[in-house]
C-alpha cells in the first residue's frame, strides 16, 4: 500500500506518535515478548544454565507427562487451593464490602482493619502465619487448646496444609474488598429506594438490585484471584518448602525447583508453557459462562 | 519514516548500553584492586565474616573487599538461584562461599580457578586436612570453608532438673541408642508432671521435650552411618536407602517422635527454633550442626554442654561445610587466591574459630596442644567439646557431594519419603523400600563426579 497519501500534518502526527509509544514498545519487545521467545525456545531444550544447551524438540513437554509425578501432584495442590480459596475469598470478600458499605459504627476501623493485611509483604506475612500456626506453642492452637480443643497440626499435616494456606489467603482480602466497595458504592440510591417504596427487604435489595449490577465486578475479581492462586509460590517456599511429603508443593514452586534447585531449565520453561495455558483455559471457560450471569447496564 | 524509527530505536540502544559500559569500569586506578566475597549465614556469621574481611584489608592495603551478604536458608535454594542468576549474566564474584552440592556441576563445566600450581607454590596442600581439599577429575577446584559435623547440645539445668548424669563426652563410649532414650523419656513432662510410659501421659500436651534433631539430608547421615547404612553410594550407582540398617536408623528417629514423644514433630521450617527451645527449658538436647555455637555463646545466662552423640552400632560422624572457591572469572586471580588463603588461616582469622562458628581445616590446630588451647580454651566452647567433637572427626566421612543430581534425587524423591515416616504416616520400611525402587528407575543415578 503506498503511503504517500499521508497530508503533512497527518504525517507529523504519525510520526511522534511512534516516537512517544516506542519507550512502551521497546520495553514490551525486550521485557515481554523477548522472554517469552526465549523461554519457548529453551522449554525445548535440555539447558542446565551452565553447559551449552541442547535442543531435544518436545521431549521436555512429554517427559513431565510421563515421568514426573510430582508435576501432576502439584497441579492437584494448586487446583486445590485456587478452587477452595477463589469462592471463599469471594464470599468473605463481598461480606466484608456489604459491613463497610452499610451505616455500621466504627466503620473506618474496621476499613483499615480489612485492608491491612494487604500492605503487608507477603514474605512477613508469611513468617507471621508460621508462628500463628505452630502446633506446639501458637496463638490459634494456644486458643483452642486454652477452650480445651486438641491441637491442630495446622501446616504439619497433609491434610490441613492446604486449607490452612486458604485461611491465610482469605485473611489476605483487602484489595477484593476495597474493588467490590468501590462497586457497592457506585449502584445508584434510587434503585434501592425502589425496593423500599416496594416494601423490599435488605435481601431483596441484595438479591436483585446489589448483585446484578456487582455481577461484572465479581467476574473480574474472580478472575484475577484465580491467576494470583494459580501462582500460588511464597507462602509455600517460606512456610513449608512444598511439605509435608508434598501436599503444599505448588506448580510454581515445583517450577521454581527445576529451575534453580536442579539446574533443569528446559523442564521449568515446559512447566511454566503448561501453567499459561492452563490458567488462560480456566479464564476462558470463566469468561464465556460469565455470559450467563453477568449483567452490565445498557445491554440487552 | 521507517528509517527515521530505525535510526531513533539505534539511538536509544546506544545510550542505554553507554550506561553499562560506564558502569563496568569503575575500577580507575591501577594499583586499587576491588574483590567480591560472597556468602550466606545468620546475622552472627555475616558478623563475623565482615570483620574477617575487613581484618584482610587492613593488612592488604591495595585490596578492598565487597562483602556480598545472602542471608543463610537451610536448603541452600535461595543461594543457589542466586549463583545461577550471577553465572548466567557473568557476574560472578571473585571469592567466596558456595554450596557443596552444586560444587561437581560448576567445576566441570569449568567456572572455578584451577588451584593445584597456587597451593604446591605456597606450600599448603601438606598442612591442611587432606578432606579439605575437593577434586574434580584429579585436579582441586575448591577448598571445605571448614570443618563443621553434628553436635549435641544440652541444657545443664534441665538435665540436673530430671536428675540426669552429666552425659559421656568421649565419642567413642557414648551412650546406646536404648540409653539415650531412656533418659529423654525422664527429661520428656507433660503439663501434669507427667512421663511418657506413664499411664496418664498426655502426648499432646507436652511441655518439655527430650530431644531435638535436626532433620535435613546431611543431618541424618552420622545416625545412618552408626548404624551401618547408607543411602546412595559415593559412586553414584548404587542405592542403599532400603538396606535394613539405614530403614532401621530412620525408624529409630521417627520413634522418637511417634512413639516414644520424646521429640516434638516438625517438618518444613514450621517450629520454632530448637535453639531458642533449648535456652528457654524446653528441651533437654538438641542435634544439630556445629556452627550453632555461634549463636549460642552469644545467649546471655545460658548455661549449655555438649556431648557424645548417641551410638547405634559404632560411632560415627560427618565432616559437611560450605565450599569456598575462587571463582575463573575472577580478575585478579592473585589477590583472590590470597583472600581465600586468608580466610583458611585460623591465625588470621581467630575470631571466626573461637566463637564457635567454624572448626580449623589446618591439621597443626588438632595436633598442637599450642595451637589447640588458641581456638578451645574460651568461654564459648563447652568442657568436653574437644572429645565430643574435635576427636570425633576422626571418624568422620565428608558428605557425599560428588553424586550427581544428588539434590535432585533428595528434592524429587527422598525428602518426600524421609517426611512420610517422620509425620508417621509410613514405617521406614515401607518408605524406604517404595522410594529406593523409584530411585533406581528415576534416571538420575549418573555416577559421580
Redesign the interface.
Known amino acids: 500500500m503506498a503511503?504517500s497519501k499521508l497530508g503533512f500534518n497527518e504525517?507529523r502526527q504519525?510520526?511522534w506518535g511512534?516516537?512517544l509509544i516506542?519507550p512502551l514498545c521497546?520495553g514490551l519487545t525486550l521485557w515481554v515478548a523477548f522472554p517469552m521467545g526465549l523461554s519457548f525456545f529453551t522449554s525445548l531444550a535440555k539447558w542446565?544454565?551452565?553447559?551449552k544447551a541442547q535442543f531435544v524438540g518436545f521431549k521436555n513437554y512429554i517427559s513431565i507427562f510421563t515421568e514426573?509425578e510430582?508435576f501432576l501432584k502439584s497441579i492437584r495442590n494448586t487446583l486445590y487451593f485456587t478452587f477452595l480459596s477463589v469462592p471463599l475469598q469471594m464470599i468473605t470478600a463481598l461480606a466484608g464490602a456489604l459491613l463497610l458499605n452499610s451505616q455500621v459504627k466504627g466503620k473506618r476501623v474496621f476499613r483499615t482493619i480489612f485492608y491491612l493485611p494487604s500492605l503487608i509483604p507477603l514474605v512477613v506475612s508469611s513468617v507471621m502465619w508460621?508462628?500463628l500456626?505452630?502446633?506446639?506453642?501458637g496463638l490459634i492452637n494456644y486458643f483452642l487448646?486454652s477452650f480445651g480443643i486438641?491441637?491442630i497440626?495446622w501446616?504439619?499435616?497433609?491434610e490441613m496444609v492446604i486449607p490452612s494456606l486458604t485461611i491465610m489467603n482469605v485473611w489476605n482480602i483487602g484489595n477484593v474488598i476495597i474493588i467490590f466497595l468501590a462497586g457497592l458504592q457506585g449502584i445508584p440510591n434510587d434503585l434501592m429506594e425502589a425496593v423500599d417504596i416496594d416494601g423490599g427487604t435488605y435481601w431483596h435489595k441484595f438479591r436483585y438490585v446489589m448483585l446484578p449490577l456487582l455481577s461484572p465486578i465479581i467476574l473480574y475479581n474472580m478472575i484475577v484471584n484465580m491467576i494470583k492462586c494459580l501462582q500460588l509460590f511464597v507462602e509455600p517456599y517460606?512456610?513449608?518448602?512444598?511439605?509435608?511429603?508434598?501436599s503444599s508443593l505448588s506448580f510454581v514452586l515445583h517450577i521454581?525447583?527445576n529451575?534453580?534447585?536442579?539446574?533443569?531449565m528446559g523442564t521449568a520453561n515446559a512447566m511454566a508453557w503448561v501453567l499459561f495455558i492452563l490458567t488462560m483455559g480456566i479464564s476462558l471457560l470463566i469468561f464465556k459462562t460469565s455470559t450467563l450471569w453477568t449483567y452490565y447496564e445498557g445491554d440487552k | 519514516m521507517k528509517s527515521k524509527f530505525f535510526v531513533f530505536i539505534c539511538i536509544f540502544v546506544l545510550i542505554s548500553s553507554g550506561f553499562c559500559f560506564a558502569n563496568g569500569q569503575k575500577e580507575t586506578s591501577a594499583d586499587q584492586v576491588t574483590l567480591k566475597y560472597i556468602y550466606w549465614g545468620s546475622p552472627a556469621e555475616d558478623a563475623a565474616v565482615k570483620q574477617a574481611l575487613s581484618d584482610f584489608e587492613a593488612a592488604n592495603p591495595t585490596i578492598k573487599v565487597e562483602p556480598m551478604y545472602l542471608p543463610g536458608d537451610l536448603d541452600g535454594s535461595t543461594y543457589n538461584a542466586k549463583m545461577k542468576a550471577l553465572a548466567v549474566s557473568n557476574t560472578l564474584p571473585d571469592v567466596g562461599y558456595f554450596r557443596p552440592e552444586e560444587f561437581g556441576n560448576y567445576a566441570e563445566n569449568d567456572y572455578f580457578l584451577k588451584l593445584d600450581d597456587l597451593m604446591a607454590r605456597d606450600g599448603m596442600g601438606e598442612s591442611y586436612l587432606s578432606q579439605t581439599w575437593l577434586k574434580i577429575k584429579g585436579n582441586t577446584y575448591g577448598a571445605y570453608t571448614a570443618a563443621e559435623c553434628q553436635v549435641m547440645w544440652y541444657n545443664k539445668k534441665v538435665l540436673e532438673e530430671a536428675g540426669i548424669p552429666i552425659p559421656p563426652t568421649d565419642y567413642k563410649n557414648a551412650w546406646t541408642w536404648d540409653e539415650f532414650v531412656s533418659v529423654l523419656k525422664k527429661i520428656t513432662v507433660d503439663s501434669k508432671g507427667k512421663h511418657p510410659g506413664d499411664a496418664t501421659f498426655n502426648a499432646k500436651d507436652i511441655v518439655r521435650y527430650g530431644v531435638s534433631y535436626d532433620l535435613w539430608s546431611a543431618m541424618y547421615y552420622p545416625s545412618v552411618w552408626s548404624n551401618g547404612g547408607d543411602i546412595i553410594g559415593a559412586d553414584g550407582k548404587t542405592v542403599y536407602i532400603d538396606k535394613p540398617e539405614t530403614i532401621e536408623a530412620f525408624q529409630n528417629l521417627a520413634d522418637l517422635m511417634n512413639v516414644h514423644h520424646v521429640m516434638p514433630r516438625m517438618s518444613g521450617g514450621t517450629n520454632i527454633s530448637p535453639l531458642t527451645m533449648l535456652a528457654n527449658n524446653q528441651l533437654g538436647f538438641y542435634v544439630t550442626g556445629q556452627w550453632t555455637l555461634l549463636d549460642l555463646g552469644g545467649m546471655k545466662d545460658f548455661d549449655y554442654g555438649v556431648a557424645a552423640l548417641p551410638i547405634m552400632k559404632k560411632p560415627a560422624q560427618i565432616y559437611v561445610s560450605g565450599v569456598n572457591v575462587v571463582f575463573k572469572a575472577t580478575k585478579h586471580p592473585e589477590e583472590a587466591w590470597a583472600l581465600q588463603k586468608w580466610m583458611m588461616d585460623p591465625s588470621k582469622t581467630l575470631d571466626l574459630y573461637t566463637s564457635g562458628l567454624w572448626m580449623p581445616t589446618k591439621k597443626s590446630y588438632y595436633t598442637d596442644e599450642k595451637d589447640l588451647a588458641k581456638w578451645l580454651n574460651n568461654d564459648v566452647h563447652p568442657q568436653g567439646f574437644k572429645e565430643a567433637v574435635v576427636d570425633s572427626m576422626a571418624v568422620a566421612i565428608n558428605e557425599p557431594i560428588k553424586i550427581r543430581n544428588i539434590n535432585q534425587i533428595w528434592g524429587d524423591y527422598l525428602n518426600a519419603a524421609v517426611e512420610s515416616i517422620w509425620i508417621g504416616e509410613k514405617t521406614a520400611k515401607e518408605a524406604l523400600t517404595e522410594v529406593a525402587e523409584k530411585v533406581r528407575k528415576s534416571g538420575l543415578l549418573q555416577g559421580s563426579y
Not at chain 1, 133 to 137: R, V
Open positions: 503511503h504525517k504519525t510520526f511512534w516516537i516506542s521497546l542446565d544454565m551452565l553447559s514426573d510430582l508460621l508462628w500456626f505452630n502446633n506446639q506453642y487448646h486438641n491441637r497440626q501446616i504439619d499435616s497433609k517460606i512456610m513449608t518448602n512444598g511439605g509435608p511429603v508434598n521454581y525447583n529451575a534453580f534447585k536442579y539446574g533443569k
